[in-house]
């Protein structure tokens, strides 16, 4: 089977990430584990040689297949993909913009039910990543140790005995872990609160990016929340701090949309219906723009307001409306003023289908 039509299933299969479900998923998507190992008997990956990152690519293809939960899945390496291809990946967060130049052999590995992914020669040669939707710290965590252990016992890892696992770059040495969420905080923001918050999370040595994670920018009231020690701290540890604080952020935030509901309602429903007939009628609309009026939306849902599509719904439109999403769905490529008029149509499908099906499932 080549590429194209390996990528095409995948394609095809909303990401289980978007599923709106999932403990206090009306506040946090995602939440995501990721652990950095290298082979003990490769240079790292900016110090390898192409035909020893093509080795690290068969080693891993043929380490997965044992691997409990692992076996069976797809395998797409990153220089047989097209560019929209390789972006698609990169909007869906199954891999980063360093995997994803097709300059190099590298590739990406998906579980059959695609809540575990292996990114292979980034920084490091394998990035194992879990990705769950909600706030589920542990159920992530679950998910990557067990596909870790999987491939240990096939692999041999980079480690020392005093340092831990061995990583290209220093910051992820010792257990090589970064935990994440990805968390919307609408009402901190319109409340001005925002900075005070963040700045108390750095403090206690968390990180604090954008949706697409480092060097991303700040939008739709969404950022992404993540341990920054991995040497001399155990996993447990690392994943408990995030864990605390981010249920910490949650009341926070419980208590400002509180005091909104309470001092001004209307003027928020107000922003919630404008954001939701802006997405239902609009005729061209950017990509930021749609996350943006997204967060307002997602705002009404949590409020429980009548009327307004599903969680998940909301969810997949900050994928599906992506660059790479509508030029992969439409066939070609396009220029930024095309697309802008395309994901308007997408939008506005996606809505219709929605009311739909809502109207379908209440007269049933």
């Known amino acids: 089977?080549?590429?194209?039509?390996?990528?095409?299933?995948?394609?095809?299969?909303?990401?289980?990430?978007?599923?709106?479900?999932?403990?206090?998923?009306?506040?946090?998507?995602?939440?995501?584990?990721?652990?950095?190992?290298?082979?003990?008997?490769?240079?790292?990956?900016?110090?390898?040689?192409?035909?020893?990152?093509l080795g690290v690519l068969a080693r891993v293809q043929g380490a997965v297949q044992t691997a409990p939960g692992l076996a069976g899945g797809l395998m797409l390496k990153m220089q047989?993909?097209?560019?929209?291809?390789?972006?698609?990946?990169?909007?869906?967060?199954?891999?980063?913009?360093?995997?994803c130049d097709g300059a190099r052999p590298r590739g990406i590995y998906v579980s059959p039910d695609?809540?575990?992914?292996?990114?292979?020669?980034?920084?490091?040669?394998?990035?194992?990543?879990?990705?769950?939707?909600?706030f589920q710290l542990s159920e992530a965590w679950s998910l990557a140790d067990a596909a870790d252990d999987g491939l240990d016992a096939t692999l041999e890892y980079a480690f020392s005995e005093d340092i831990g696992y061995l990583t290209a770059c220093p910051t992820n040495a010792g257990t090589g872990l970064r935990a994440s969420v990805l968390i919307h905080l609408p009402a901190l923001v319109l409340l001005e609160e925002i900075q005070r918050v963040l700045k108390s999370v750095m403090q206690v040595g968390l990180n604090v990016r954008g949706l697409y994670g480092e060097h991303s920018e700040i939008m739709g009231n969404l950022f992404q929340i993540s341990n920054q020690t991995t040497l001399g701290r155990s996993e447990?540890?690392?994943?408990?701090?995030?864990?605390?604080?981010?249920?910490?952020?949650?009341?926070?935030e419980e208590r400002a949309r509180d005091r909104m509901l309470r001092d001004a309602r209307t003027q928020l429903e107000d922003k919630v219906w404008r954001a939701y007939g802006t997405l239902r009628y609009c005729r061209t609309i950017q990509a930021k723009e749609v996350i943006n009026l997204c967060s307002a939306v997602r705002l009404g849902v949590a409020m429980g307001l009548e009327g307004l599509c599903p969680l998940r719904v909301v969810n997949e439109l900050l994928v599906l409306t992506q660059p790479a999403h509508l030029q992969r769905q439409a066939g070609r490529e396009m220029e930024p003023a095309e697309r802008n008029l395309y994901r308007a149509q997408v939008v506005r499908e996606r809505l219709v289908a929605a009311e739909r099906e809502t109207g379908e499932n209440r007269s049933s």
């Open 1 to 53: 089977m080549s590429a194209s039509a390996d990528f095409a299933g995948l394609f095809a299969t909303p990401a289980p990430w978007l599923r709106g479900t999932g403990p206090h998923a009306d506040m946090v998507l995602s939440t995501r584990i990721r652990l950095a190992r290298n082979l003990s008997d490769v240079p790292f990956t900016h110090r390898a040689k192409d035909e020893q990152l």
């Open 80 to 99: 047989e993909c097209s560019a929209i291809e390789r972006q698609v990946l990169v909007e869906r967060h199954l891999v980063s913009h360093e995997l």
């Open 114 to 134: 695609d809540r575990i992914s292996v990114m292979v020669n980034e920084e490091d040669h394998l990035r194992i990543q879990s990705l769950t939707p909600g």
């Open 236 to 252: 447990r540890d690392s994943i408990e701090s995030l864990e605390r604080v981010t249920r910490q952020i949650i009341e926070t």
